[in-house]
């Protein structure tokens, strides 16, 4: 099948930005490394993660991958803001804790 690798690419580091585990603020952070190792090989050669390979079972994500990372999320996945942020009831809420009485 033929597909687009750079839209792979910027999928799966927007998806590694949902599994980070641990985060160092101007140093990157980890993630958990559970995505095809074709397009995990790309990231580390464009400078987003460390070198996968290996047996820990999360790997380093620079700090420009952590951001790059971060903004994939939110442009790709995230709600728009005024469903999350405005509220009938004038209340707000996070999209982990929801404003009372809200799914």
Known sequence: MNYDRDKIDKYTLA???LVV???HEG?????WKGFDWDTMNRLHEKGYISNPIGK???VGMTEEGF?????????HFAKEKSNRLRRTNGST????NPAPGEP
Not at 27 to 31: Q, S
């Open 15 to 17: 998806l590694l930005y």
């Open 21 to 23: 585990s641990d985060r």
């Open 27 to 31: 140093f990157g952070a980890r993630a």
């Open 56 to 58: 820990a079972k999360s």
């Open 67 to 75: 951001l790059k990372a971060k903004e994939l999320f939110e442009r």
């Open 93 to 96: 809420g996070s999209p982990k």
